[in-house]
């Protein structure tokens, strides 16, 4: 998809035409794709060593990925490991036909693959495409074992002591699309998402951050229509000067070896709960993620 000769080497890989009709699916314009991921911009400051535009990190690390943001803000770009391309190349079937048919999914829009010299990168869009500031992120996955951040960054389950208060049909709809999508997870045997959640506190009247989106996706999902984001309310239900921002990450990480023997050894530690522990068979892994988002949207 990508062919850059000069100072950034670069080839293409796996199904580019899927991608394209992924982009396609998406309302994503081929040109200011192209624009926002060509080598003057992130590609280059990838390679080159340039960390200006690197993003806030969405994990918690252990996998070495490094995330950037393209410069107009629209796009995530994460190196994968090659069990997690694999992984994609398995499910990217289907994938593409859920995307296709489910334009409500929270799951992660994966818009672009490539191989950038010994690198291999998938390319997203960026669940906190906003004009807004994002005052606090939340990584959640439904465990409890190791999941609290007391510092700074990316806050995880243990640390969200709030429910998500929405109107009673947008509670309904997003009820139900988190069923489905976990539902669809497990049947392709992928464990340890997340459900990624950004929380804007309006203090401002103006948009504190400016990204020029001359091209407009074609379909806005219904958690997304107040500038990339939903507004909560309160016991009441009256309208509070609070956006939510949503998404579902990390839909790479197959249910094998590697987690089974994650799962076996964290099992025999001592006072840690097996039921709590992030790594989990799919089947399992799911019910609980739900379950765990359901008692947030009470």
Not at 121 to 135: A, E, L, P, Q, Y
């Amino acid at each position: 998809e990508m062919c850059i000769r000069d100072r950034v080497s670069t080839q293409s890989t796996g199904a580019p035409m899927v991608f394209r009709k992924l982009r396609r699916i998406f309302g994503i314009d081929e040109r200011q794709y192209m624009m926002s991921l060509g080598p003057e911009q992130l590609l280059g400051n990838l390679l080159l060593g340039n960390l200006s535009s690197l993003s806030m990190k969405l994990s918690d690390g252990k996998s070495g990925s490094l995330f950037f943001t393209s410069h107009d803000g629209r796009y995530m770009v994460k190196t994968i490991p090659f069990l997690e391309k694999n992984a994609l190349m398995r499910i990217l079937p289907q994938y593409y036909e859920y995307m296709r048919t489910n334009p409500d999914t929270l799951i992660t829009k994966i818009c672009g693959f490539h191989a950038v010299d010994n690198n291999i990168i998938v390319v997203m869009t960026n669940v906190f495409d906003t004009t807004r500031t994002i005052h606090e992120v939340y990584d959640l996955k439904g465990s409890t074992v190791g999941r609290s951040n007391t510092g700074s960054g990316v806050k995880k389950d243990l640390d969200f002591n709030r429910k998500i208060l929405l109107p009673g049909e947008i509670k309904s709809k997003l009820k139900m699309q988190l069923q489905k999508d976990s539902q669809f997870l497990q049947s392709q045997s992928i464990c340890d998402y997340s459900l990624l959640v950004g929380i804007h506190f309006e203090k401002e009247t103006a948009p504190s951050n400016f990204h020029d989106h001359a091209v407009q996706p074609k379909y806005v999902p219904f958690y997304a229509v107040e500038d990339g984001g939903i507004r909560t309310v309160n016991q009441l239900g009256q309208p509070q000067k609070e956006i939510v921002f949503l998404g579902i990450i990390d839909i790479l990480t197959e249910y094998g070896i590697n987690k089974k023997m994650e799962r076996f050894i964290k099992s025999w530690i001592p006072g840690v709960d097996k039921n709590g522990l992030s790594a989990a068979p799919p089947d399992q892994y799911a019910s609980r993620f739900y379950s765990f988002l359901l008692t947030l949207l009470e």
